[in-house]
């Protein structure tokens, strides 16, 4: 591996970055405000929700982030500034036009993201006068505070960072996320901020986060929803003095690597927080034409109900798997197809062959099944194309958590 | 309406049909052999799955109904001859020429259906020796055994029959189904035999056949994922003497609503027996640009887990219902969107209007959702099209239920 993890790095570990959290009274007492800055200059790049219900802070962060020189995020938890009409958009704009006001910087240099309850308008009061104090509250080691401060129905801290050399220079990549339910491969109700001290050009920090959004956040999911707040940005600060990275730069596979190792990692622990989840799943295609068809036949497969329950009951029904791969969309041919169940520990069944099932031993599927992460490697025939992706087993607690919580 | 519904009227019901029911040792107690036997020739169309996974009996059912004149349909429960390769290919056809054998008719006459457990050969020896013995049990009123012999996790028996008038004679249509769990918005794990007397020209029973299957089948679901051995069939024998039914047929109009009554009632009475559900779900979508659009929208809030969830918590939780409308697919303006919801008894509250939630009565909404059917009207500004769709709440037992049963 060409990066280092760092032992509880977290989204201030790279220079210059600062934050900070407080309570405003949104949620009745943990932290619910939160603000990272960047002490200097930014390149920053973001992807978005596709929900056409997106919210308020997502139509101005898109704008922001067209500028791509973001300075300070300021995010609410408790309240997603959802389905409020031009109330939620104003309501924003404003918090947006105060945050840079007394931070000194242009509005355009602000992002927002919400997340909480939808429909109800933000109680700006609270949020007001907690803008002052947050900005105070923002420090060099803030980092796992704000990452408390942005969760919802997370039950655990969502924070990640790693080391790399690019130039002869030490770079540093943090990152924080919130996100348990309505987790999908189109990003929902998830927020990710990555922060990095390496200096980046503007157009390739935005391929590279497009790729690694791809490869990891859209290939994760709980339930198969989307939501109207989720967002992924990535603030880069150029503190760590390399030359900027582009495609033609050296070193930039290593940049990628370690950019894309602290975001598998955040929303990896997002599915294990999946509401209810007991069971990490991966699942893994090949050899199939194309990546869409090794992508969708993953997210198929990851988002079957019966194939989730099957996996909480520790039944390896690979009957519902073939099923979910037959109709994902992706092309392939029956008869090519392999199955592997396999675990953490290293213990692997090959239950399919030629799409047939083999003569295996059901205890030892059964005996396999009992781990906490439940590995699916489906095969197919058709082509070199690969595919990862994450998901979770299906609860009664999943039931209990999404029938009495208004979201 | 044009049409009659026959008291406890069955797939026998319509003139020249016989069905009969046998327990050949597939499943341990129950039914597990039927046939349905027209006494004359038809004009037959059907619709199968889209699984690239579909069974053997759907590979040779779709060329048989390319002849379309379907005489005999033998249907095996408790084993769905899927995933089982050249060989259940060879086992299908081998029941196939026994049964055209014995019944003195072509293999071409001869449909298959299966439903069951996934990846293990036809208990061959058992399904041949039944072959005589449940032609020997077919009869005029066999239409109840045969819909209760075609069931695996059904709880109840799904059957129904209308009469209708086409050029003065009286023409009845009946239909037998099964499904509960995997049941989807592209027909999974549900079967449907469909009968009628009327006289139907080849081409227009195909189009009909599409059309309705379109607007009912299609468009229910109970986990979203679709089966290896979804199968729609109707046969038309025309002893009603009738003049053909086309698409030139002054009552042609009545036909189609008789014809779509009958398979609306068997798709409702899957989703309402749909694994571990409580609640029926009925989702309306009006005012899209396209019919498309309006369907996507309506499967999208049928498909969603939150949705379920909250609908069994008797959480009148809009927002999720607007979110999965947000990223249905579905084109539309969220400033333009009503939402109301609604019960059997004919109680409504509108929550939503022009995307804002109105200021209504929570305690409403939850003494509405106590009811058995629940009933979600989502209205865009965006065009005409409507669509319907039924879908069933996400309980504690669809966990129980698919978290132990192994298909």
Redesign the interface.
Known sequence: MTYEVIPNGHVTSPRGFLAGSVHTGVKKEKDDLVLLISETATTSAAMFT?????AAPVHISREVFDEGDVRAVLVNSGNAN????SRGEADALELQQITAEMMKMKPQQVALASTG????PLPMDKIRAGIPTVIKACHAQGGPQAAQGIMTTDTIRKEMAVTTVIDGKTVTIGGMAKGS??I?P?M?TMLGFITTDAAVELSYLKEAVAAVVEDTYNMITV??????NDTVMVLANGQAGNKPLNDQHPDKKKFMDALYAVNEALAISIVKDGEGATKLMEVITEGFATKTDARLAAKAVL????VK??I??E?G????I??????SGA??Q??DVALTLANSRGESVQV?S????LNYSEEKVAELLKDKKVMIRLTAASGEASARGWGCD???D???I???Y??
Do not use: E, H
């Open positions: 596709q929900n056409l219900a997106a959802a389905c409020t009409g309850v939808i429909g109800v339910g309505m999908n189109n929902a339930d198969g929803d989307t939501s109207t988002n079957s109900n019966l329950t099957a909480f009951g039944d029904n690979w009957g519902r073939v099923c979910s791969l037959g109709y092309a392939f029956l008869n399919l030629a799409g047939l099932p299906l609860s009664y999943y039931v209990k999404n029938g009495s208004r979201s």
